[in-house]
């Protein structure tokens, strides 16, 4: 069964530091979504991606976020200068016109 | 007034038995309705869609009420490997994918 993965699985910084996290989304779908979930807390939306441009973002996605599709398989999310609130765990999801798949994660934490 | 709001939890019930996890939406402009599982430290999995006339996938039945914008999950015969969070998922839709989470509900099913 085909499903997203994402790398890395966990990734420690420093406050100020950037970071690019990876995600390989199933190979059909046409959208592409980020969203995180900071421990003890709700899953929420950041972005979403398609035909090669973002199509939706929310108000967490200020202008230290980035989305970027590099090459016909990779989506990256990159977090200029990280903040220590910036510590969450970060989902990747793709999707085909409906239902939406999610990756992994990976654990981000800002120290 | 949450978008999605849920019952915590937990819900701690023996093997075999019936639980119902309930969850209502605030924005009545809301299309798409889904039931996504979470274990402990995961990403979402995607459980079921709900759909208007309501819809069963074996143990699990969910059912949608839009006058009262609430939504609801029955599992049948209980197994230890359906303790999990389950969270309740809602889409504006109309040029909007973003997927708004409750915080989600815990079931523990016990021995």
Redesign the interface.
């Known amino acids: 069964e085909p499903e997203v993965t994402q790398t890395p699985s966990h990734q420690v910084t420093q406050m100020g530091q950037e970071v690019i996290l990876r995600c390989v989304p199933i190979s059909n779908h046409l959208?592409f979504?980020w969203?995180r979930q900071i421990l003890g807390?709700?899953?929420?939306?950041l972005v979403?991606f398609y035909n090669n441009e973002i199509?939706?973002k929310?108000e967490i996605f200020d202008d230290q976020f980035s989305v970027e599709r590099p090459d016909g398989s990779n989506f990256t999310l990159k977090i200029r200068s990280t903040k220590l609130e910036d510590s969450a765990?970060y989902?990747c999801a793709s999707?085909d016109e409906?239902?939406?798949?999610?990756?992994?994660?990976t654990r981000l934490t800002v120290t | 007034r949450k978008e999605v709001e849920q019952d915590p939890g937990p819900f701690n019930v023996p093997e075999g038995a019936t639980v119902a996890f309930n969850c209502t939406y605030s924005n009545s402009a809301s299309q798409s309705f889904f039931w996504y599982r979470q274990d402990c430290r995961k990403e979402p999995k995607l459980l079921m869609s709900v759909y208007s006339s309501g819809n069963e996938d074996g143990r699990f039945t969910a059912q949608l009420n839009r006058a009262s914008q609430y939504i609801s999950l029955l599992i049948r015969d209980s197994k230890l490997s359906d303790s999990a969070t389950y969270l309740c998922v809602v889409r504006l839709d109309t040029g909007r994918r973003a997927l708004t989470f409750g915080s989600g509900t815990r079931l523990q099913v016990q021995p």
């Open positions: 959208y979504y969203y807390q709700k899953v929420e939306f979403s199509s939706e929310s765990m989902f999707s409906y239902e939406q798949y999610f990756g992994p994660g």
